[in-house]
């Protein structure tokens, strides 16, 4: 006996097929960007700078300088800290007489970290490994092997700048 | 009358689907099975605040702690602190902030013992990752709060 298709088995086929079809775009899209020699050619280390405002003692005390950093969005390397720089925080603040001045954050700090990345400059924006896109004054989220964050990019310089 | 069926191409694709199911949904479970190789004790802080004394009552070193949503073992009390909590207060006169203790309210440094495994830049305790700034939602056997992770010791 010949099975004849009906509307569900073209409905799963074609089902199928889209998925193929996505995880095959998504797949070509990384690798892409991973194996091509034209890519590779065209990424140069940079220095990316991520401001982390108002923060406790605790958030400091858990980064520290050489520590692989990783957008928490992709979950692919970013780059790695050079540099760490720690100032005291402050808030702006209204006082009685309407005038806005800026008040010290109480036990509260800025962390600025200078992280060097591997950077690849296309038409439509600047990407970390070629995958995390950096934008000046966006805030991303990030983590190291200690610390989860967010962070807002305040440069994206040459190195020794 | 014999009703052998033949396999189409239909039933392939079906049979392939579920096998990536399955394999889906078995491999965080594969994972765990090697959790108990190259695994070190690590001790981090766990802090919970706007608590009251009722909470801090059940707190006992040596009791289980759980991730209250997900069910992950997190380790065990080792100690806790308790401090007054504070809240920022807008001192406008003076055009500061200040922070002021409020009353009946506590903040708690719950250290937590654990087995963990370190692997690419991740510490994992059962099938959480352990770090300073994670909101944790936690929950032992008579008591339960949320909080963050504040510092990791190893």
Same mark, same amino acid.
């Given at each position: 006996?010949?099975?004849?298709?009906?509307?569900?088995?073209?409905?799963?086929?074609?089902?199928?097929?889209?998925?193929?079809?996505?995880?095959?775009? =998504? /797949? #070509?899209? $990384?690798?892409?960007?991973?194996?091509?020699?034209?890519?590779?050619? @065209? &990424?140069?280390?940079?220095?990316?700078?991520?401001?982390?405002?108002?923060?406790?003692?605790?958030?400091?005390?858990?980064?520290?300088?050489?520590?692989?950093?990783?957008?928490?969005?992709?979950?692919?390397?970013?780059? =790695? /800290? #050079?540099? $760490?720089?720690?100032?005291?925080?402050?808030?702006?603040?209204?006082? @009685? &007489?309407?005038?806005?001045?800026?008040?010290?954050?109480?036990?509260?700090?800025?962390?600025?970290?200078?992280?060097?990345?591997?950077?690849?400059?296309?038409?439509?924006?600047?990407?970390?490994?070629?995958?995390?896109?950096?934008?000046?004054?966006?805030?991303?989220?990030?983590?190291?092997?200690?610390?989860?964050?967010?962070?807002?990019?305040?440069?994206?310089?040459?190195?020794?700048? | 009358?014999?009703?052998?069926?033949?396999?189409?191409?239909?039933?392939?694709?079906?049979?392939?689907?579920?096998?990536?199911?399955?394999?889906?949904?078995?491999?965080?479970?594969?994972?765990?099975?090697?959790?108990?190789?190259?695994?070190?004790?690590?001790?981090?802080?766990?802090?919970?605040?706007?608590?009251?004394?009722?909470?801090?009552?059940?707190?006992?070193?040596?009791?289980?702690?759980?991730?209250?949503?997900?069910?992950?073992?997190?380790?065990?009390?080792?100690?806790?602190?308790?401090?007054?909590?504070?809240?920022?207060?807008?001192?406008?006169?003076?055009?500061?902030?200040?922070?002021?203790?409020?009353?009946g309210l506590y903040s708690v440094l719950i250290d937590i013992?654990?087995?963990?495994?370190?692997?690419?830049?991740?510490?994992?305790?059962?099938?959480?990752?352990?770090?300073?700034?994670?909101?944790?939602?936690?929950?032992?056997?008579?008591?339960?709060?949320?909080?963050?992770?504040?510092?990791?010791?190893?």
């Amino acid at each position: 006996m010949k099975r004849k298709f009906n509307w569900i088995d073209y409905c799963i086929i074609l089902f199928v097929l889209a998925v193929m079809v996505v995880l095959g775009l =998504k /797949i #070509k899209n $990384i690798s892409s960007v991973n194996l091509s020699g034209d890519n590779e050619m @065209n &990424k140069i280390k940079k220095d990316v700078i991520l401001l982390i405002h108002d923060v406790r003692k605790y958030s400091v005390d858990a980064l520290q300088v050489g520590d692989n950093v990783y957008s928490d969005d992709t979950n692919y390397y970013f780059g =790695k /800290i #050079k540099k $760490i720089e720690v100032e005291d925080s402050y808030v702006p603040l209204a006082n @009685n &007489k309407g005038e806005g001045i800026l008040a010290r954050s109480p036990e509260k700090y800025d962390i600025i970290l200078t992280v060097e990345c591997n950077v690849l400059d296309r038409p439509n924006g600047v990407f970390a490994e070629g995958i995390t896109e950096i934008k000046v004054n966006s805030t991303g989220k990030y983590k190291t092997i200690g610390l989860l964050f967010s962070a807002i990019t305040k440069n994206i310089q040459d190195i020794g700048e | 009358m014999s009703f052998k069926k033949k396999v189409g191409i239909i039933d392939i694709l079906i049979v392939l689907i579920i096998i990536g199911a399955v394999f889906y949904l078995v491999k965080p479970f594969k994972e765990n099975v090697n959790f108990t190789k190259n695994t070190k004790k690590i001790t981090y802080t766990f802090e919970t605040i706007e608590v009251g004394e009722e909470f801090i009552d059940q707190l006992k070193a040596g009791k289980d702690v759980y991730n209250s949503s997900k069910n992950y073992y997190l380790g065990k009390i080792k100690n806790f602190t308790v401090n007054p909590y504070r809240e920022e207060f807008e001192n406008m006169e003076k055009g500061i902030i200040e922070l002021v203790e409020i009353p009946g309210l506590y903040s708690v440094l719950i250290d937590i013992e654990a087995d963990a495994v370190i692997e690419n830049d991740v510490i994992m305790v059962d099938r959480e990752e352990i770090r300073v700034g994670s909101y944790l939602p936690i929950k032992g056997k008579s008591f339960a709060s949320y909080g963050y992770i504040v510092a990791i010791e190893r």
